[in-house]
């Protein structure tokens, strides 16, 4: 299939850009370790698939209202 193909197919069946869907699993997956487990915000960062630190708080702010400590709070 041609990447042009895929992309057009992708954002009709799912509703958003195979990129944003993408970043929005990230998150996803971060906010589950972040509730569920002991992991610590730098290593939820390298788990989810951020290659740095600030990179994944920046698109963590740009997503949730609250921090990624914050979150680890209502433990």
Do not use: C, W
């Not at 971060?30 to 960062?45: A, N």
């Not at 390298?46 to 914050?70: H, R």
């Amino acid at each position: 299939m041609h990447p042009k193909t895929f992309k057009r197919k992708f954002k009709n069946y799912i509703g958003a850009t195979f990129y944003d869907y993408h970043i929005k699993q990230r998150l996803l997956k971060g906010l589950y370790l972040l509730f569920f487990t002991q992991y610590t915000v730098s290593q939820i960062t390298y788990i989810s698939g951020y290659e740095n630190y600030s990179a994944f708080i920046i698109t963590f702010n740009k997503d949730q209202e609250l921090n990624p400590s914050d979150y680890q709070l209502f433990k």
